[in-house]
């Protein structure tokens, strides 16, 4: 399945090779992926999610496309992990489907999602991939989502049970946890904002949501340790604020685009608490009683994890009715997505992070990486602006390792093209190009990149 023309491969000089010259021997690299974008959720006894609901929604996802397919990684993992292997990653970011293991509502376990998830993991071991596991990344069993989803309590103590499920059957092999991917995602994009699954645009909803994503965290964590696990993480995607003039009044909602995005979720899994300015506008929503949860959000962790693409420019907005911004367009470079390109903003929240909320703990950037407008021609991939988005952000880390702040590693998103949420299967992100209908994989030239860095 993988192109066998490596027309790239083993470039001399990758641009990547100085970069990861410069970090220490024990920096580990990987790549992420998860679950609802390339596994394919019509295979192997998988339940509905969430997100099957929301694509079948006229006009919600571009071209009204789903995951029912991605990227066939059910059946091709074996193909995918070769393609980590080969590369030289030493580590491999992918998530668990709730969905997939507890697909109905009272239906039990699911053994082909067991037994896939086995297969997986001990494909991981056999190739010598450190497996570091998400629990949710986005995919939420739709008998939840009918029942409230993340805006009821109970789904956090659901989200509990299949942790526990989790740990007694894989938790011996999984060297590095995280319950939740990106909570501002979970709860501000897709209950506010609306782009995301369940794609509601309520406060109260929002709210909800914001405290309940980070008490599943927080059980998540707790259950976890019961079962005496020692690598225990979060992964917090973060965007940097930028306002759009000098004025007093955009530098305050500056700062409070900040709360709403990174510091809700840092001063809660960090320091038990929730930023005062995002909370005097979300108290009238909070559920009751939120404040005896914080400790529990705030339970001990091993590492801490930071997804990161890019900045916002902040400007006023007297239509927006709750916060008064707007985040508006920028004058850099951008990416496919329309995502300005701005590496610095990777290093004030790592910089932040190690001083502010996380002095103790080791810091892994968990995502990081760029859509492109890639071509296949003559079976080839040349995206060298991915590449040169990689060694822009990894000459950040080189500098923050440099001055002493503890990043232990690197994943790069993403393995392959796929599923890209509410843009469907258009963006591309892959180190790897995925054809949709043949299943094909030819790797870019950015992977003959990375394969040659990681391989002197
Ligand atoms: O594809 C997503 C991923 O699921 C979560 N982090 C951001 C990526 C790019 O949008």
């Known amino acids: 399945m993988i192109a066998d023309d490596s027309p790239m491969n083993s470039p001399m000089n990758s641009p990547l090779t100085s970069m990861i010259n410069k970090l220490p021997a024990s920096f580990s690299f990987g790549v992420a992926t998860s679950s609802y974008q390339i596994e394919g959720n ?39 992990l070769d393609l980590i292997a080969d590369a030289g990653f030493d580590s491999y970011r992918f998530s668990l489907s709730w969905p997939r293991l507890l697909p109905e509502r009272a239906g039990g376990v699911n053994p082909e999602g067991i037994a896939f998830y086995d297969r997986l993991i001990d494909g991981m ?49 999984l060297a590095m946890i995280a319950p939740v991917n990106e909570p501002w995602c979970v709860s501000f994009l897709s209950h506010y904002w609306g782009h995301h699954a369940p794609g509601l645009t309520s406060i109260s909803a929002t709210a909800k949501a914001m405290h309940f994503i980070q008490l599943a965290h927080g059980l998540s964590v707790q259950v976890m340790r019961s079962h005496g696990h020692k690598q225990i993480g979060c992964v917090l995607n973060k965007e940097f604020g930028v306002p759009a003039d000098n004025s007093d009044e955009t530098a305050r909602l500056t700062a409070l685009f900040d709360g709403i995005y990174n510091r809700w979720f840092e001063e809660s899994v960090f320091k038990g608490r929730y930023p005062d300015d995002v909370l005097a506008i979300l108290a009238p929503y909070m559920p009751e009683k939120f404040e005896l949860d914080l400790p529990i959000i705030a339970s001990p962790l091993d590492w801490a994890g930071v997804n990161y693409y890019t900045r916002s420019v902040i400007a006023p907005d007297k239509d927006e009715p709750h ?90 998103w993403s393995l392959l093209d796929n599923f890209e949420w509410a843009f469907g299967y258009d963006k591309r992100f892959g180190l790897v190009h995925v054809d949709f209908k043949s299943q094909k994989r030819t790797p870019k030239s950015s992977y003959y990149y990375w394969q040659a860095a990681l391989n002197p």
């Open 125 to 173: 071991l056999a190739r010598g991939l450190t497996p570091n596991a998400t629990l949710y990344h986005w995919d939420l069993p739709l008998y939840h989502a009918a029942e409230g989803g993340w805006q009821a309590r109970d789904t956090a103590s659901y989200f509990a049970d299949y942790t526990d499920l989790v740990m007694r059957h894989f938790g011996d092999r």
């Open 42 to 80: 019509s295979f192997g006894g998988c339940g509905r999610s969430h997100w099957d609901e929301f694509a079948r929604q006229p006009d919600k996802v571009f071209n009204n496309e789903d995951g029912a397919i991605g990227c066939d990684h059910y059946h091709l993992f074996e193909t995918d």
């Open 323 to 412: 916060f008064g911004f707007k985040c508006i367009s920028g004058n850099l470079p951008k990416t496919d997505m329309g995502w300005e390109i701005a590496p610095e903003g990777l290093s004030y929240f790592l910089r932040r992070l190690a001083s502010r909320y996380a002095p103790d703990l080791p810091i892994y950037v968990t995502e990081n990486g760029m859509a492109n407008s890639d071509r296949l021609i003559n079976g080839r991939v040349d995206d060298a602006a991915r590449t040169a988005y990689f060694a822009n952000h990894l000459a950040e880390i080189c500098s923050l390792t440099a001055e002493g702040v503890p990043v232990a590693g690197y994943y790069a």
